[in-house]
C-alpha cells in the first residue's frame, strides 16, 4: 500500500509524533482541528520519501528498533501482527514506538483478510538495505519479483478466486499458506516427479546452486534441455525456487531455497518461530554477550609499523631482486622491529605499498627511502587513505598466493577469480554489519558465498572450476583475518589464545606461520571505530583521488609530541607520536620493543649509522630535546658528543683514480688549478694526489696538457710492464667475444681458402685460450659464443648471396621479356589513349602494361610539388597503389595513381 494511504489514516496526534522523531518543523496550518490531518498528510509525505531525511531518522532508532524493522523487512516487509508478537517475544511497545514514529503500520483486517498486518511502505523498502545476513527470506524474494512473475505465482499457489489485488496482500497470502506445514508437505509432494527431482537435489546442496548445475547433475559439461521447461516451472510458478542473483546468462543464474522454507522442510516440517536474534547467525552459538580470550586491534598500529619497516629497510640496504621486489628471507630478518604477532606476509604486505608508491627506490642495487617519503608522512589521514586504496585497486598482492604477491603460480587463479571484486564483495557485506558486535567468520562466509557464487558464476564453464571454488573461502578468509585486520578496519579475537596473526593455510593444506584451524578454533571480528569511518568515507572508493575532506573524521591519530628519554639510554615512545618524528628517530636509534609502548634504544652504533646517513650529532640532540618534556640525561648527552667528536677518526671511502708526480712542485701547481679543484679528493703526502670517484680521467689528462703539464694516461684496460708486455683487463663476456671474433678470422681464412693473417691468427687464438681445466664451465661458453658469431656470418652470408642472386634473376628476366616482346602484345595492341592523361585512362593503360609486361613513360607529381619523368616495369596494383620497378633507381617501389599526370606505354 502507498504511504500516501497509510499517513491519510492516522490521528493527528500520531503525525504529529511522527514529524518530532524525522526533525521536521510542522505547518502553522496544522494546528486547526477542522484540517489537521489532511494537512499533516500532504507535509509528510513527500519527505518521508526522502532518503535523506529517511537516513537521519533511521539514525535515531534504538538497537531493538533497528532490529524490528530488519525482522519486518526480511519478511517482505509485511507480517501478521499475531505472529510478529510471538517470535519476537512480546515486542508490542516497540511496534507501537515504531508506528508513532511513522516507520510500521498497523492495518486490520482487509478484504477477507482476518489478521492484523504490520507492514513497511513500498516507499521504504525501495531504498531500505537489508543485510546480507538476513537475506533469502519467501517475502522479500516475493517482493523483489516483477510484478506480472508474482501475480502469475500468486494464482498457481491461491488460485484466482482467492487471489488479492494489492501488492503487500498477495506477499502476505503467498507466504501464508507455503510457510504452513501441513499445506508444504503436500505441496512439495505434489510436484511432478521431475520438478521433485529438481527440487530435491537443490535442497541436497544446502538449497543453493547455479542453473546449469541442475540441468545435468552428472556433468558439467553437457545439459539435459528438456528439464529445462520444468526447472522454469519450478521457479516461476511453484514458489519454492526463487533466482537469487542473476548471472551472465540464465545458466549462470544463483538459484535458491527461502531459508524460512528450507528451515521448515529441513525441522521435519515444523513452523518457523525463530526470533530475530535466532535468524542473525553470524554472532556466536549462544547469541549472548561474547568477548573473546584475545582481542588484536591493528589501527594503532598500522602506520607506525609502515614507517618502522621503511627505515628498517633503509638502514639494512637490503638488495633489489632482479625482478623486483625485496626478499622473503631479509624481510623476515627485519620481523622483531615491528609490532608483536605480526607475520611475514605483513611486512611483505606494506613493502608492497611501499614500493608501489615510490616510497622506497633503488639506489646502487639497494632500496632506499625517497626524498619525499618525511614530507609524506605529515598527514598522517592523508598516508592511511592512500595505503587503504593501493589495496583496494592493485592486483600486485593477491591474498590467495602463497606469499601473497603475485606469482606465476597465481596469476591464473587471480584472474579467474577476479581479486578486485571479491574484495568490493566483502567490504559492501561488512559495511552493512553492526558495529561493536562480534562476527563468527565461518557463518559470514556462509552469508555471502552465495552472492559470491553468483558473482563468480563464470566458474562453472572452467576445467579448473572444483579446485578454483575450494580455494574461494580461504581468499575471503584471508581479506578478513589479513588484510582488513592489518588495515585496522576489524580487529580479531579467539575464544583460545593464543590469536594467531593469520588464519591462511599453507600450500599444502596445513599451517603457514600459526594457523588457528590447526587448533580447532575459529576467529571472530568485528569493526573498529577506524573500519567504521573508513567504510563510511572514500578510502575504499578508486574513483575518489586524492582524499576529499570527509575522510578528516578518520580516527587516524598521530600528533603526539613528547617521548621518554631515560638515562639507560632508552626512549619511550606513544602510540601516536607524529609518523615525520618517528621517522627521525629510527634514523638515529634502534627499536628494542614495539608494543603498545615503543622503545628505543640509543648506542653507539645506531649513532655511527645516523652520523653516516648525513645527520649530525647536534641534530639528534636537537630532536630529543623538542620532544622529550624534561632535560636530557646527561649519559645521553656525553653519548652523543663522544660519538660526533670520534666520527671520522677513520675514513674509508672510493677514490676515482691517482695522480703520481716526482716534483712536489709539479704537485703543488696542479692543486691550485681552479680547473682541477673538482677532481681532486685529497693529497697524500708531496708526490700523490687521490682524484674523486667517478672522475673523467681522460678529461682531467686534457686539462693537465692545458696547463703545459705531459701527463701519461694509463688505461684500464691495457697494462704496459717493464719487458714490454701487456696485460689485458676484460671482463669474461668481453673475453668470449673477443676469441669468438678471432675464431670468426680463422673460419673466413678457411672458407676461402687464403692466408690473410700471414698464420698469426691460428697462433693468436692458442695463446688466447687458456687452460679451460682450472675454469669448468669457460670452455662451453666460449664454444657457445663462437658457435653463434658463425652462425650469424653464416646467416647474414647466405642472405646476401640470395639477394644479388634475386636481382641478377630479375635483370635477365627483363632482358628477356624486351628481347621477346615483338611476339606478344606490344603497345600498338593497345585501343585506349596513349599517352594517357585523364585518370581512368591511366588506370587503364598501367593495367594493360601490368598484364602484359610493358614498360611505360610516367609523369610523376613529386611530395614536394615538383614534377619528375622517369620509366616504370608496373607489376601489380596493391589497395589502390600501384608497385613498379624504376629503371632509374633499379629498385622497386610504391607510386600513388592520383600523383600520376601522364602515361606512355613505350
Known amino acids: 500500500m502507498k504511504l500516501k494511504v497509510y499517513l491519510k489514516a492516522l490521528p493527528a496526534d500520531t503525525l504529529r509524533s511522527i514529524g ?135 494464482e498457481n499457489i491461491l488460485g484466482t478466486e482467492s487471489l488479492p489485488d494489492k501488492k503487500h496482500l498477495v506477499i502476505h497470502e503467498v507466504r501464508s499458506r507455503l510457510l504452513n506445514p501441513e499445506f508444504l508437505r503436500g505441496y512439495v509432494d505434489s510436484l511432478a516427479e521431475v520438478e521433485r527431482e529438481l527440487f530435491h537435489a537443490l535442497f541436497e546442496r544446502n538449497g543453493t546452486a547455479l542453473y546449469r548445475e541442475l540441468l545435468d547433475l552428472e556433468s558439467l559439461k553437457r545439459f539435459d534441455h528438456s528439464r529445462a521447461e520444468h526447472l522454469n516451472n519450478l521457479i516461476n510458478l511453484r514458489g519454492l525456487v526463487f533466482v537469487s542473483a542473476e548471472g551472465q546468462n540464465k545458466y549462470t543464474n544463483l538459484l535458491v531455497i527461502p531459508r524460512d ?4 522442510i529441513s525441522t521435519g516440517f515444523k513452523r518457523d518461530l525463530r526470533s530475530p536474534r ?35 629497510i633503509d638502514s639494512a640496504k637490503l638488495k633489489k631482486l632482479s625482478a623486483g621486489g625485496i626478499s622473503r628471507n631479509d624481510l623476515k630478518k627485519l620481523l622483531p622491529v615491528l609490532s608483536a604477532g605480526k607475520s611475514l606476509r605483513y611486512s611483505a604486505f606494506l613493502a608492497s605499498f611501499l614500493l608501489a608508491k615510490e616510497l622506497l627506490i633503488e639506489l646502487n642495487g639497494c632500496w632506499a627511502l625517497s626524498n619525499g617519503f618525511h614530507a609524506w608522512l605529515q598527514d598522517a589521514r592523508t598516508c592511511y587513505h592512500e595505503l587503504a586504496q593501493w589495496w583496494a585497486t592493485t592486483q600486485d598482492w593477491f591474498e590467495g598466493a602463497p606469499e601473497g604477491s603475485e606469482s606465476e603460480s597465481s596469476r591464473g587463479r587471480r584472474n579467474l577469480l577476479d581479486i578486485l571484486q571479491l574484495r568490493r ?35 562453472a564453464t572452467n576445467r579448473k572450476a572444483t579446485r578454483l571454488q575450494a580455494t574461494i573461502s580461504t581468499v575471503l578468509e584471508c581479506i578478513i583475518g589479513e588484510s582488513l585486520a592489518w588495515l585496522g578496519v576489524v580487529s580479531l579475537g579467539l575464544k583460545k589464545a593464543p590469536l594467531p596473526p593469520s588464519p591462511r593455510k599453507g600450500r599444502n ?25 573508513a567504510l563510511d568515507s572514500t578510502c575504499f572508493d578508486p574513483r575518489m583521488l586524492p582524499r576529499d575532506v570527509r575522510d578528516e573524521s578518520l580516527p587516524v591519530y598521530n600528533g603526539s609530541q613528547m617521548i621518554i628519554v631515560q638515562p639507560n639510554l632508552e626512549i619511550v615512545a606513544p602510540p601516536d ?13 634502534f627499536v628494542r620493543n614495539n608494543d ?112 703545459g703539464l705531459m701527463p701519461r694516461l694509463e688505461t684500464e684496460t691495457v697494462h704496459a710492464t717493464t719487458d714490454e708486455r701487456y696485460h689485458l683487463t676484460l671482463t669474461p663476456e668481453e673475453m668470449f667475444h673477443m676469441l669468438a671474433s678471432v675464431r670468426l678470422v680463422a673460419r673466413l681464412e678457411q672458407e676461402l681458402g687464403s692466408d690473410i693473417s700471414d698464420g698469426n691468427v691460428e697462433v693468436l687464438a692458442r695463446k688466447l685460450n687458456p687452460d679451460t681445466s682450472a675454469l669448468p664451465a669457460f670452455g662451453d661458453i666460449k664454444e657457445a659464443t663462437a658457435g653463434a658469431y658463425e652462425r650469424k656470418f653464416e646467416e647474414a652470408f647466405k642472405a646476401r648471396l640470395h639477394e644479388v642472386a634475386d636481382k641478377y634473376k630479375t635483370q635477365v628476366s627483363r632482358l628477356v621479356g624486351k628481347t621477346l ?58 589497395g589502390g597503389r600501384l608497385y613498379a620497378h624504376c629503371s632509374e633507381t633499379d629498385s622497386d617501389s610504391m607510386y600513388a595513381p592520383d600523383r600520376i599526370l601522364r602515361a606512355k606505354l613505350l
Not at 522454507?261 to 521448515?264: E, Q, S, Y
Not at 556466536?284 to 609502515?306: C, I, K, Q, Y
Open 20 to 154: 518530532s522523531h524525522w526533525n521536521l518543523k510542522l505547518p502553522a496550518a496544522a494546528d486547526e482541528a477542522a484540517a489537521a490531518e489532511q494537512v499533516l498528510a500532504d507535509f509528510l509525505y513527500p519527505r518521508l520519501q526522502s532518503i535523506q531525511y529517511f537516513r537521519g531518522a533511521f539514525d535515531r532508532l534504538t538497537d531493538s528498533e533497528k532490529e524490528i524493522l530488519n525482522f519486518v523487512a526480511a519478511h517482505g516487509g509485511v507480517i501478521p501482527f499475531a505472529e510478529l508478537m510471538e517470535r519476537c517475544n512480546g515486542c508490542g511497545e516497540l511496534v507501537t514506538g515504531l508506528h508513532s514514529k511513522g516507520f510500521l503500520f498497523l492495518l486490520e483486517s482487509e478484504k477477507g483478510i482476518k489478521k492484523s498486518l504490520v507492514t513497511l511502505p513500498d516507499a521504504y523498502m525501495e531504498f531500505y538495505e537489508l543485510p546480507s545476513h538476513l537475506r533469502g527470506y519467501l517475502g522479500e524474494l516475493l517482493r523483489s519479483m516483477p510484478s506480472q512473475g508474482r501475480a502469475e505465482m500468486a
Open 278 to 312: 535466532e535468524l542473525d547467525d553470524l554472532g556466536s552459538e549462544d547469541h549472548g554477550a561474547f568477548r573473546p580470550a584475545v582481542v588484536v586491534d591493528n589501527s594503532n598500529s598500522l602506520l607506525r609499523d609502515l614507517v618502522i619497516l621503511a627505515s628498517a
Open 596 to 707: 603498545v609502548m615503543t622503545t628505543f634504544e640509543i648506542s653507539r652504533d645506531s649513532l655511527r649509522g645516523a652520523l653516516d646517513r648525513g645527520m649530525r650529532g647536534e641534530e639528534v640532540l636537537k630532536l630529543l630535546k623538542s620532544l622529550s618534556r624534561v632535560d636530557i640525561p646527561r649519559t645521553v648527552q656525553q653519548l652523543i658528543d663522544d660519538c660526533t667528536v670520534r666520527h671520522g677518526e677513520v675514513r674509508l671511502g672510493p677514490a676515482g683514480g691517482f695522480v703520481l708526480v716526482d716534483d712536489p712542485v709539479v704537485l703543488e701547481e696542479i692543486r691550485s688549478s681552479s680547473r682541477l679543484a673538482d677532481y681532486i679528493r685529497d693529497a697524500i703526502g708531496d708526490k700523490a694526489l687521490l682524484l674523486a670517484p667517478e672522475v673523467n680521467i681522460p678529461r682531467m689528462a686534457k686539462e693537465l696538457q692545458n696547463l
Open 425 to 459: 564483495l566483502v567490504l559492501e557485506e561488512i559495511s552493512a554489519l553492526p558495529a561493536g558486535r562480534w562476527i563468527l567468520c565461518g557463518h559470514f562466509l556462509e552469508t555471502i558465498m552465495p552472492r559470491v557464487e553468483a558473482a563468480l558464476s563464470h566458474l
Open 577 to 589: 607520536l607524529a609518523l615525520d618524528k618517528l621517522l627521525l628517530l629510527t634514523r638515529c636509534c
Open 509 to 533: 593444506g596445513g599451517s603457514e606461520e600459526n594457523d588457528s584451524r590447526k587448533r580447532g578454533t575459529d576467529f571472530v571480528f568485528r569493526k573498529t571505530s577506524l573500519g567504521v569511518a
Open 821 to 878: 616482346r615483338g611476339r606478344g602484345p606490344s603497345k600498338y595492341h593497345y585501343k585506349g589513349a596513349n599517352p594517357a592523361v585523364e585518370k581512368k585512362d591511366i588506370i587503364a593503360l598501367l593495367t594493360f602494361a601490368c598484364e602484359h609486361e610493358l614498360e611505360v613513360e610516367v609523369l610523376y607529381l613529386r611530395q614536394n610539388d615538383q614534377e619528375a619523368k622517369f620509366s616504370l616495369s608496373p607489376k601489380s596494383f596493391e
Open 261 to 264: 522454507l528450507f528451515h521448515t
